[in-house]
């Protein structure tokens, strides 16, 4: 384990304060400034022992305020910079210096220093604790560098805050990793919330909404999720305190019922003839990622619904226990004997390609010679296939399977969507601090940028004290920040060059929709979900996707997009 220095001013004006893992793994000791308690500091710091802490294994300086163990009644303050003098990392609260370091929260963007701060928390399971160590969780880290690349556009197109009436108010970020424990998870957000009073914290899956959804309703701060499946979700109201920047596997369900729809016509045509025969549909799904209801409560066929297709035996549905071995052959042997015409494949990610499909395909019915006794069926998937693991190779190089293996995938007709993203890779790449290609399509840069402007906009909408912007001023400003047919407002992307733009119409009390990367960031107001367009996808010859060229269907307008173009793939 390799240490970082107790405060380093990192690239682009970070200040930092944790452990970076870089080599072997193992136990936290003294070891330059790596300590395991509180008293390791106090001689590695030369300060006295109620003026050092250990946080995360390296030592740091409490500031006077932390050390009279009081949340700040010993130090007075005016200023941030009252708090700042001698290095130590705090803010000016009601006249007094509150620490930041605290409970676990291990990075703040140095913009805090400019004037009276208002912090967006993010949490994160970066550094996870295993047996003999910790391990680094590759997409939290890369989720986490996204919203700190976000973090950096609006430091520099804000010059470090943003206006306010009179006054100039930071917007700061906070992260606090996790370490994928429950009670890490409780002390970040209890420092984030009470302590640095985020008005909105960043969060990333469906367990951390559960644990903190009651107390972010009591202590009125808004969650947003990145990542969360909404329709897995077992919480029936949220009051408006959970947001979500990912679509829900619901919003691919009309283009996939449409598609289904169009598949049944070939497949008539091609075996069973006119009505009475009946079309027979399987669906498989991986059970850690989506549930049986969503899945099946949107799929018609043979002009029923997907419970009357059950009862008539011409619907089975299987779900696969991902988190544990499972028995492939039987699986096959099973789908086999039930002889479906089309397979709906959801979430399985590349068990789909590595185990499921060959063992279908190998199982299938056959003569002597080898020639399938049944017609082979057609695979439905969804974007954990397509995007795993040599999925479109699999695929590409076998023109049966190309011609029976389509998907539904997240995907928009607007063009700068597709610029957006660009633009947003080009960034990560470049930047100083991250050189590597982000790993997912930036749902952390996303996030930043849309608790920045609600919190702009909150200041707009709330009569009350700015200084206590909270969290239903953040859900009216985000009610505000989505497409309104009625009031449409102007289109501000998540870009760096359009932060001030954006600030200049709320300034002027105007609605502006937001647009991201990979959606427009149309959300229900009534349940926080986002909206997105779908598409049908397929796999070329040389196995390249096919996206969007074959049918999109419009979230908008709820309807698809011109005629189904199944001939771009060569199908």
């Known amino acids: ?292 209801d969503t899945l099946v409560g949107g799929v018609t066929f043979n002009g029923q619904s997907a419970a009357q297709n059950q009862a008539a035996g011409t619907l089975l549905t299987k779900i696969i226990d991902d988190n544990a071995p499972s028995d492939y052959r039987a699986l096959a042997d099973e789908l086999a004997a039930f002889d479906p015409d089309v397979i709906i494949v959801a979430n399985l990610g590349r068990l789909f390609h590595f185990y499921v499909m060959p063992e279908i395909e190998a199982r299938w019915p056959r003569d002597a010679k080898g020639s399938p006794l049944r017609p082979l069926p057609r695979y439905l998937t969804s974007a954990q296939e397509a995007y795993a693991f040599r999925f479109e190779r699999s695929v590409g190089a076998n023109d049966d399977l190309r011609r029976r293996v389509t998907g539904v995938q997240y995907h928009s007709s607007d063009p700068k969507l597709d610029e957006n993203q660009r633009l947003f890779f080009g960034a990560f790449r470049a930047s100083t601090r991250f050189g590597y290609d982000p790993a997912n399509i930036g749902t952390g840069f996303e996030s930043f940028y849309v608790a920045s402007f609600a919190i702009a906009a909150g200041f707009q909408l709330s009569s009350a004290n700015p200084a206590e912007l909270r969290g239903r001023d953040v859900i009216a400003a985000l009610r505000r920040l989505s497409f309104d047919a009625a009031d449409p407002g102007a289109v501000v992307d998540v870009r760096a060059n359009e932060i001030a733009r954006g600030l200049t119409l709320l300034a002027g009390r105007q609605r502006i929709d937001l647009r991201g990367l990979q959606s427009s960031l149309d959300w229900d107001p009534a349940t926080g979900e986002v909206a997105a367009d779908a598409a049908i996808y397929c796999v070329k010859r040389d196995g390249a996707f096919s996206l969007g060229d074959v049918w999109i269907y419009d979230a908008r307008t709820k309807q698809p997009i011109g005629e189904p173009k199944p001939e771009v793939c060569g199908l």
């Open 1 to 292: 384990m390799t240490s970082v220095s107790q405060r380093t001013l990192g690239p682009r004006g970070w200040l930092s304060l944790g452990v970076l893992l870089v080599g072997s793994i193992g136990a936290c000791t003294v070891n330059g400034d790596q300590c395991s308690v509180d008293g390791d500091c106090a001689a590695l710091l030369g300060v006295a022992p109620e003026q050092a802490q250990c946080v995360l294994g390296v030592c740091g300086r409490r500031t006077a305020a932390l050390a009279a163990g009081d949340g700040g009644s010993e130090r007075s303050c005016q200023t941030t910079k009252d708090c700042t003098a001698g290095g130590d990392t705090a803010f000016c609260r009601e006249g007094r210096c509150v620490s930041i370091l605290t409970g676990g929260i291990s990075e703040v963007s140095q913009n805090y220093i400019a004037g009276d701060p208002i912090f967006v928390g993010a949490l994160a399971p970066i550094n996870l604790e295993v047996p003999g160590g910790t391990v680094e969780s590759v997409y939290d880290k890369i989720r986490t560098d996204g919203i700190r690349l976000a973090s950096d556009d609006w430091n520099a197109a804000t010059a470090g805050a943003v206006t306010v009436g009179a006054a100039r108010r930071a917007i700061s970020l906070a992260v606090c990793d996790t370490n994928a424990s429950l009670d890490k998870l409780n002390s970040c957000f209890d420092a984030m919330t009470t302590g640095l009073r985020a008005p909105i914290v960043l969060v990333s899956n469906n367990e951390e909404v559960e644990t903190l959804l009651p107390r972010a309703i009591e202590r009125d701060v808004v969650l947003y999720c990145t990542d969360c499946e909404p329709s897995r979700l077992p919480i029936q109201n949220t009051e408006g305190h959970v947001w979500f920047g990912f679509p829900s596997v619901k919003v691919l369900s009309p283009i996939r019922t449409r598609w289904l729809e169009r598949l049944e016509g070939q497949v008539r045509g091609e075996r069973l003839g006119p009505l009475p025969a009946k079309f027979k549909v399987a669906l498989v799904g991986a059970q850690s990622l989506v549930s049986l």
